[in-house]
């Protein structure tokens, strides 16, 4: 069960800006402006609902309406200015995929790598193995260094690695999108299978399509506040209508 309860999230943009070795060193020869009030951006503004165990709850949204942001504040990848999170689960974050890769190493390399951040013992992976390179489809590249991938590529190592298990919580971010037409469709079996395995869901698409195939629920979020919660295809379709305007 995820309960969000009255969450904000607020970033400065001047501190966002600076936040970049290239920026430290334009700031070297610039003047620094003086902050204003207005650098302020609430990404999100008092966003309440819950999620009951086994639901699949889509969030929808123009693009910067604070979906994104929302799935890391759940995740715990960041925290709340503003509210609280309340999570009853063990979460599996399929946010960005691939962040946890090294460039460097194989992809052999990177399973037992990305593996071990996401909490899988040597042990399991062992056992794993197999299943993750036959799913991933990359079984020919498994001793190229992934910094040579697509990002296609990277992104069906990614999934392969991150989805070996069932976990209870699954927070999602577009990632039903990755790799080619046929991989997309695999994707969608293996988060189906879940779905029925009583995984609870938290998914965001611009897909409005995947998004009535899978979600029993929809929270409809823009400039960083909720504009409807309530029936999926009702949700969507009101959505849509908007839009279109």
């Not at 990404?43 to 009951?52: G, P, R, W």
């Not at 693009?63 to 715990?76: D, E």
Request: charged share 30%; aromatic share 8%.
């Amino acid at each position: 069960m995820i309960k969000i309860d009255n969450v904000s999230m607020k970033f400065n943009l001047e501190i966002e800006k600076d936040f970049s070795m290239k920026q430290a060193f334009v700031n070297l020869f610039t003047k620094k402006k003086k902050k204003k009030k207005n650098d302020d951006f609430w990404a999100l503004k008092n966003v309440s609902f819950t999620v009951d165990k086994g639901e699949v709850v889509g969030l929808i949204g123009s693009n910067g309406a604070g979906k994104s942001t929302l799935l890391k504040v759940v995740s715990g990848v960041m925290k709340p200015t503003k509210g609280r999170v309340t999570v009853q689960g063990v979460i599996s974050p399929m946010i960005e995929l691939g962040a946890g890769f090294d460039g460097n190493l194989t992809a052999r390399e990177n399973i037992y790598l990305n593996g071990a951040i996401l909490g899988y013992s040597k042990k399991f992976l062992d056992e794993k193995f197999e299943e993750i390179v036959e799913f991933s489809e990359l079984r020919d590249f498994l001793d190229v260094p992934v910094k040579n991938f697509s990002s296609g590529m990277t992104a069906k190592l990614a999934f392969s690695i991150a989805t070996v298990v069932n976990p209870e919580i699954l927070i999602v971010d577009e990632i039903l999108s990755v790799g080619d037409i046929k991989f997309q469709e695999k994707s969608k079996h293996k988060m189906m299978e879940m779905i029925k395995g009583g995984t609870t869901v938290l998914y965001v698409s611009h897909s409005l399509e995947s998004i009535k195939d899978l979600c029993t629920k929809v929270v409809w979020l823009e400039h960083g506040k909720v504009v409807k919660i309530g029936d999926t295809k009702k949700i969507c379709d009101a959505y849509y209508k908007e839009q279109m305007k």
